[in-house]
């Protein structure tokens, strides 16, 4: 009788075994996936996308030339894309970056604590090739940590900027390069 009992057993457990590797696997295919934990935002104006975790909420952007904004629910990370178009055509994405820096680290709590950690550095991020780069700086005596792509589309520069109040940790840089590599020019227009 019990060995009659058994094979059904062992038969059982090598289901359950191969079913939780299965699951295993399954979790770690999905977790690994960007696009499958996340999900687009697409700009009021309908010429740019930018795909941020699933349990991210949008928000007001910093900036008046914020097109896409979204953070944690605990606001400690956020992600703002924004399409500046008032600066000098003359200007190159070069100038425009070190402009950038040069704002960044006035609305700093002081600009000479902040350090690029990260020099631009040209690069392809997903569909766009433009600048990429690092920061700390601090807010309200928060430190923060910025990645920052900027590019040239719709007749304009372009910026993603992912930011993180807190320590800078690797799933923090993974996900800010997930959602700078999201990044998608919808329509493509000259002003």
């Given at each position: 009788m019990l060995r009659i009992l058994k094979k059904p057993l062992t038969i059982i457990l090598i289901l359950f075994i191969l079913?939780?590797?299965?699951?295993l696997l399954g979790y770690r295919i999905i977790s690994a996936d960007f696009d499958m934990r996340s999900y687009e935002i697409i700009s009021y104006n309908n010429l740019y996308s930018l795909r941020v975790p699933s349990d991210w909420k949008k928000s007001s952007g910093a900036s008046k030339n914020a097109v896409i904004a979204a953070e944690t629910p605990s606001a400690s990370m956020y992600a703002m894309m924004?399409?500046?178009?008032?600066?000098?055509?003359?200007?190159?994405?070069?100038?425009?970056i070190n402009a950038y820096i040069a704002k960044i680290g006035e609305s700093s709590d002081n600009a000479l604590v902040q350090t690029v950690t990260v020099q631009p550095?040209?690069?392809?991020?997903?569909?766009?090739t433009g600048y990429y780069?690092?920061?700390?700086?601090?807010?309200?005596?928060?430190?923060?940590?910025m990645w920052d792509f900027m590019f040239t589309a719709n007749g304009g520069y372009v910026h993603i900027d992912v930011a993180?109040?807190?320590?800078?940790?690797?799933?923090q840089a993974e996900t800010a390069k997930n959602i700078i590599s999201s990044a998608k020019v919808l329509k493509n227009q000259t002003q």
């Open positions: 079913i939780g590797g299965g699951g924004s399409a500046d178009h008032s600066y000098d055509e003359g200007l190159t994405l070069e100038e425009y550095e040209q690069m392809t991020m997903g569909e766009n780069f690092e920061l700390d700086t601090s807010a309200g005596g928060v430190p923060v940590h993180s109040s807190g320590q800078d940790n690797a799933s």
